[in-house]
Structure formats: C-alpha cells, structure tokens
Nanobody
Framework: QVQLVESGGGLVQPGGSLRLSCTAS????????MGWYRQAPGKQRELVAR???????TYADSVKGRFTISRDNGKNTLVLQMNNLKPEDTAVYYC?????WGQGTQVTVSS
C-alpha cells in the first residue's frame, strides 16, 4: 500500500504563487503515473497534471503555462509549482499514485 503525504496549499491573492509537495512511501514504480488532481465545490475531481518516469508530463489545458509538475524518482516526491493563480484554481488538491490518494490540501485564490 502506497501512502501519500501532501504539504503546501493555503490562501493566496490572484496572480500569486503556491507550491504543493507530495511524498510517497511504499513500493513506487517510475512507470506508474503520479499526479495532482483537484476538486472544487460542486464539481467532479479533475486532473491537473501528472508525470510518468522522469520526463513525460501531462497538463490540463486550464493550467498550461502556469503550473509546472516535477517528479523526483529517487526521493519519491512530486511537486506542483503553481504561478499566476486565478480564483478558478480554488479547490482541494489531491496527490495520486495508482489507486492511492493523499488526504488533500486546500488552495484558495481570493483577494
């Protein structure tokens, strides 16, 4: 069983930046995607970004050019750097690996 522990998140003004981190423990394969999802109130959970291996990344259209995902396979960590945040980025963000999910961290973008 893989456990995921998230950190980061919080309240930021529009245009600001936040950094989310996720550390995985257990048996981790670099060939299994590791990613960030988010869920806003009243909406379905959606993919934000994910990384496979060392270089293959996927982003939701809504965050392209603003968010950057990076995966350190040696440390089993996943980082999401979020820049130029918008109010519509407000959601609970979850780290994912296979069938495992983190506990979620709140990101609120508001003036």
């Amino acid at each position: 069983q893989v456990q995921l522990v998230e950190s980061g998140g919080g309240l930021v003004q529009p245009g600001g930046s936040l950094r989310l981190s996720c550390t995985a423990s257990g048996s981790i394969s670099i060939f299994v995607p590791m990613g960030w999802y988010r869920q806003a109130p009243g909406k379905q959970r959606e993919l934000v970004a994910r990384a496979v291996g060392g270089r293959t990344t996927t982003y939701a259209d809504s965050v392209k050019g603003r968010f950057t995902i990076s995966r350190d396979n040696g440390k089993n960590t996943l980082v999401l750097q979020m820049n130029n945040l918008k109010p519509e980025d407000t959601a609970v963000y979850y780290c994912n690996y296979g069938q495992s999910w983190g506990q979620g961290t709140q990101v609120t973008v508001s003036s």
